[in-house]
């Protein structure tokens, strides 16, 4: 058998960064040097996250989440095989079949010492765990297994299980279930609140400004709370968001609201409550998004995409329930339905949900600034507010154009749905290709090219004074949906990407900062929408306000093009990633203390 070091390797480091630990995923090996002078060399496999730690030559540890069986070789030539158990777990296994670390499924790390028996046999024994290590095994086949295939403890062939664990499958769930109704709560409100305000007395300016008030309280609480995030614990933001929701919701339906003997008062207290609907559904959603993403981190298109999805279908159904309950009951019982549905999601997510971070994790709490100072977050940033802008432009303005063209109200009424549900629907499909061909910016030029086509299609002929049908808007506006889901939901992945690349360690701190820039981009869009779209149509008419959409749409395809061949001939297409540049280039300024005092 090879020789891997002492029989205690454990006492061999004390501890050793996640940044350094998860490494990149070229599969090169960076040096670095302790204050000792002894040496840790670190390689990354090429399917990540799968990272193994040399010392002196010789493996030490190995932290893998391999999804197959992959061989690898030491700088002394010992064969390493990193598999799958058949309990979920990863092992990193030596030539000799000796076990040196146990990964699990949360990817926690489970030190081993080796023992040396006198038939020079080594078997691993766990510390500070209450399992044993299974035996030794023999030594594994060489060469890589397919992916239906796993090993078990024994080494035994077993078939391959769901490639998502318990805890992504309970995460997904109980995202899905608060992202619905909470943006149900939201949206209830659209039918019959203007109709209760207009019999009060109250502007129509000052209804959409109730209404625009949420967007803003939104926007800024998103940047806040995906700071906050690492700091307090994803689940608490999650849970808190969706039990300050339900409350609002029950309070706004509440008797003093509709009592209210004053114009004054009802406005300001309509105000308030949205003001804080807002920050709840902010806490929501940007903990939703914040946790799918990290808890997939080879799958954040599509668990997004998923969030997206729940929100489109939510604000096409919103309306309708809080319209059939509105007439069925009156004002107050949509509220306290809806505010009576999220609040007992917050019960059973307090069952359901994972943990997913504490407050021990505030160091690790994302910059905005260093994520700011990426250019191509900025762009992604701006695709993102022109995709949601123009959709929401379409809400004060669409409905008024389909009436002169002599559409009935139910065939409005389904226009819109399928502008809701076929951005959500595609939004998985533009997030699956995303991930799987890791193409998101090529994704958003398609979609900016297609949406700006799209409208100026039907913008033009009004221009012109060309006569329009009902059939072009018929045609449009669903193909539109899927045009703006193309161009918004690939933003997330390229964010997230392009901050990876520049070097800042992947997690919950990076993954919550991105949620809250881009539900802020979201958020600001949907409040700048309403409000150009609906000043446009007023003084110029319905197709200056669709060609303003088109225009905007061709500036996010004219920009992210000409930003994309200057990021490759002066970016990325001439220098490595920076986690490898400054791990190889810099190795001294990345000292770490491997050895335990003595």
Request: hydrophobic share 45%; charged share 15%.
């Amino acid at each position: 058998m090879s020789p891997v070091g002492n029989a205690n390797i454990s006492s061999k480091w004390t501890s050793v960064r996640r940044k350094i630990a998860a490494g990149c995923k070229d599969g090169k090996i960076r040096t670095y040097s302790d204050k000792t002078g002894e040496q840790l060399q670190v390689m990354s496999g090429p399917r990540f996250p799968v990272s193994h730690l040399f010392f002196d030559g010789e493996t030490i540890v190995s932290a893998a989440a391999a999804k197959y069986h992959d061989k690898y070789h030491t700088t002394v030539d010992n064969d390493v095989f990193v598999s799958n158990a058949a309990d979920g777990t990863c092992r990193c296994i030596l030539k000799g079949g000796s076990t040196l670390l146990g990964v699990g499924r949360d990817r926690s790390w489970t030190a081993m010492e080796l023992q040396t028996h006198e038939n020079g046999n080594m078997e691993g024994t766990q510390k500070n765990a209450n399992s044993q290590v299974p035996s030794p095994m023999e030594t594994p086949p060489r060469g890589l297994a397919t992916p239906e295939e796993a090993v078990d403890a024994d080494g035994d062939q077993q078939p391959a299980k769901s490639r998502f664990t318990s805890h992504q499958i309970a995460t997904i769930v109980g995202t899905i279930l608060a992202a619905f109704t909470n943006m149900m709560a939201f949206s209830v409100i659209t039918v019959f609140y203007p109709i209760e305000a207009k019999k009060r007395g109250i502007s129509q300016t000052v209804i959409g400004m109730v209404f625009s008030v949420f967007s803003l309280s939104y926007g800024i609480g998103s940047l806040l709370i995906g700071k906050m995030i690492p700091i307090v614990g994803a689940r608490f933001v999650f849970l808190a968001g969706s039990f300050f929701t339900g409350g609002c919701n029950i309070l706004f339906g509440h008797r003093f609201i509709i009592d209210m003997p004053t114009i004054a008062t009802f406005t300001g207290f309509s105000f308030a409550i949205r003001i804080l609907e807002g920050l709840g559904s902010a806490a929501v959603l940007t903990a939703s998004t914040a946790i799918v993403a990290s808890v997939f981190p080879d799958d954040v298109g599509k668990a997004v995409s998923l969030v997206e999805t729940t929100v489109g279908c939510s604000f096409a159904i919103g309306p309708a329930v809080g319209g059939l309950l509105y007439h069925a009951a009156g004002f107050r019982i949509p509220f306290f339905v809806l505010g009576g549905i999220v609040l007992s999601t917050v019960v059973v997510n307090c069952f359901l949900m994972p943990n997913q971070g504490s407050g021990n994790e505030a160091e690790e709490s994302g910059s905005v600034s260093r994520v700011l100072s990426i250019p191509a977050v900025w762009i992604a940033l701006f695709a993102n507010f022109v995709g949601f802008a123009a959709y929401a432009s379409l809400q004060p303005t669409l409905a008024i154009f389909l009436d002169e063209l002599n559409f009935s109200v139910m065939a409005i009424s389904l226009l819109f749905v399928s502008l809701g549900l076929g951005y959500g629907l595609f939004s998985v499909i533009w997030g699956a290709i995303a991930d799987a061909k890791k193409c998101a910016r090529t994704l958003i030029v398609v979609g900016a090219s297609s949406s700006g086509g799209l409208f100026l299609l039907l913008g033009l002929p009004q221009i012109l004074h060309l006569p329009v049908t009902g059939v072009l808007p018929g045609v449009t506006i669903p193909i539109a949906a899927a045009t703006f889901s193309m161009l918004a939901t690939p933003t997330f992945v390229d964010m997230l990407r392009s901050a990876e690349w520049y070097g800042i360690p992947s997690g919950l701190g990076l993954t919550a900062v991105i949620s809250g820039l881009w539900n802020s981009a979201y958020a600001l869009g949907s409040l700048t929408g309403p409000l150009l779209g609906g000043v446009i149509t007023e003084y110029y008419g319905f197709g200056y306000s669709i060609m303003t959409i088109a225009c905007t749409s061709f500036a996010v395809l004219i920009i992210t093009c000409l930003f994309g061949i200057w990021e490759f001939r002066c970016g990325k297409g001439r220098r490595e990633p920076r986690e490898a540049f400054s791990s190889e280039d810099n190795s001294n300024d990345q000292e770490m203390r491997l050895l335990s005092s003595k």
